[in-house]
């Protein structure tokens, strides 16, 4: 018989194991690579990459377009429904017709969502 | 409170199985990529870097000198390590314009969360230690008693009985749930890091990313449902339990959706025809362009681990795991007459079988990326929304019905 470790330790050590192998990397970029002081350098240096021209501003955190943030209200919704989901098949197969009849009811109220966000335009890209 | 030392030893056999799988094959794929656009571009490719080998020649007034005319380039292999060492030896320079702390953190969290997602992917068939070193060959060999009698009282339960350990790293019940939440994550590397880098190209890259990801997570987790209704469990070791049998793999019983799920998944990973983010000739880098040396390739790392990393789930979820079609624990069964096999032999049969059937999987999505165009942005958004998630939707309830029916009788 195969033993279920339900254990969580594994995976902490892999976390910390993966992050020290990304930390071994940079601490050896960082005795294997040039040091320069920035000021040094080309004025170019100092300044956000726009392909070589003049930056046309030096504060590029700015306000962005609203349909980015349509797209992540969408994802909440549908991510949810989705996690609702896999506790029901997990015991689907003891659930029997009910199950079925349950999805369906559950499907209708998603696809109502779906419809109504796709008529609306919420799903084109503009 | 005992500590239990065969458990840890496993556990740290199993980490450095995983770290050295992972890492290694990240850096065989740059290659593996070079090569196959060499290959598709009918070039011949990758093969500029090379060991001079000493060769002997006739010197012009007699006698002999060395030459170091011969290379050898080990057809292009030597490229992954000369990534690797320019990108060790080149200037980690962080802009002034930055957020430092978030700029960091970044790539960070792209490594780690490729590396953390595999914990949960089983690899190898359950291992009985007691039993490593009997079977035929090994039994004889008087020489490894003391190393048999030590495994057994290791991995044995104190009572006389043997366990039995999975090659995986942690065997969680909640399996995919995990790997869903863990590979979530790598979202906030990409965002993160187009935000702090204060470049309107990183800016735009990192949203890109963020909002093309989340798109995909939708129909990613949907299209896999309708295997854990048939399989009744989220368990990634007890889905590839009941992959036994080849009629039971992910595979067979819904081909559709290892199409829907290889592409959600390579959507993910941002790669072409999905790579909008990174856009080359829009973008520069995206999200990654103010990166420089190692931070940069801690991004190119994670993309090309990540590509082994859904070669592994996609193993596991559709194509059997660990498993050899007709192989079971006692050797190969065909019909009545069954091949008896040692446990070695099968827990070795099983670790190749899975990392091979790993490799064609990366070549295929290295394949895909080589032979598709990419997609404009509206058109990515549409395919997610409009096409995978509706296909996934019914797909989940024609499996119910089906899956009901079936069980009904």
Not at chain 1, 39 to 54: N, Q, R, Y
Not at chain 2, 354 to 366: A, D, E, H, P, R
Not at chain 2, 371 to 396: E, H
Request: charged share 15%; glycine share 10%.
């Amino acid at each position: 018989m195969v033993e279920q470790h339900n254990h969580y330790l594994p995976v902490l050590a892999l976390v910390v194991a993966a992050f020290g192998v990304a930390a071994a990397m940079l601490g050896i970029n960082a005795l294997l690579g040039p040091k320069r002081r920035a000021a040094d350098g080309p004025a170019v240096k100092l300044e956000p990459f726009e392909c070589g021209s003049v930056p046309i501003q030096l504060d590029n955190r700015r306000r962005v377009s609203v349909k980015f943030y349509l797209v992540a209200i969408l994802f909440v919704m549908f991510d949810l429904e989705v996690v609702l989901l896999y506790p029901w098949a997990v015991v689907y197969r003891d659930l029997g017709w009910f199950g079925f009849a349950e999805l369906l009811a559950f499907m209708l109220s998603v696809v109502v969502g779906l419809a109504y966000a796709w008529r609306k335009g919420g799903l084109e890209w503009r | 409170m005992t500590l239990d030392w065969a458990f840890l030893l496993i556990t740290a056999v199993n980490l450095v199985a995983v770290i050295g799988l992972l890492l290694n094959l990240g850096g065989v794929l740059t290659w593996v990529e070079r090569k196959q656009a060499a290959v598709m571009a009918n070039r011949i490719g990758a093969n500029r870097c090379y060991i001079p080998v000493p060769v002997p020649a006739k010197a012009p007034g007699g006698g002999w000198k060395v030459r170091w005319s011969k290379r050898f380039t080990l057809v292009g292999l030597f490229h992954a390590i000369a990534d690797g060492m320019k990108m060790l030896t080149k200037e980690d320079y962080t802009p002034p314009f930055v957020n430092r702390f978030i700029y960091n953190l970044a790539p960070f969290i792209a490594f780690v969360t490729v590396f953390a997602t595999f914990a949960v992917i089983p690899f190898g068939g359950p291992v009985e230690p007691a039993r490593l070193l009997d079977g035929p060959l090994l039994s004889g060999i008087g020489a490894l008693d003391g190393a048999r009698a030590w495994l057994a009282g290791f991995f044995g339960d104190g009572s006389g009985a043997a366990r039995t350990f999975r090659l995986q790293l942690a065997d969680l019940d909640i399996g995919v749930l995990y790997v869903f939440a863990v590979s979530g994550t790598g979202v906030f590397a990409a965002a993160l890091a187009g935000w702090s880098s204060n470049n309107k190209f990183s800016l735009l890259g990192g949203l890109r990313a963020s909002a093309q990801m989340i798109s995909y997570e939708v129909a990613l987790g949907l299209s896999v449902i309708g295997l854990f209704l048939i399989h009744g469990t989220v368990d990634l070791g007890r889905i590839v339990d009941q992959q036994q049998s080849l009629w039971m793999w992910g595979i067979v019983l819904q081909p559709h959706m290892f199409f829907l799920f290889l592409a959600a998944n390579i959507a993910e990973n941002k790669r072409i025809p999905f790579d909008m983010p990174e856009g080359e000739s829009e973008l520069v880098a995206g999200y990654f362009t103010e990166y420089s040396a190692m931070k940069m390739g801690m991004f190119m790392m994670s993309e090309f681990v990540a590509i082994a990393v859904i070669a592994g789930l996609v193993t596991t979820l559709f194509f059997g795991g660990y498993h050899v079609p007709f192989l079971y624990d006692d050797g190969f069964h065909f019909g009545e007459s069954v091949v008896p096999l040692s446990h070695l032999t099968v827990v070795v049969l099983r670790l190749a079988s899975f990392t091979l059937k790993v490799l064609v999987l990366c070549w295929f999505q290295i394949l895909i990326r080589w032979t598709l165009p990419k997609f404009r942005y509206d058109q990515v958004m549409r395919l997610g929304w409009k096409m995978l998630l509706p296909i996934s939707l019914a797909n989940l309830v024609l499996t119910a019905g089906i899956a009901q029916i079936v069980n009904a009788r």
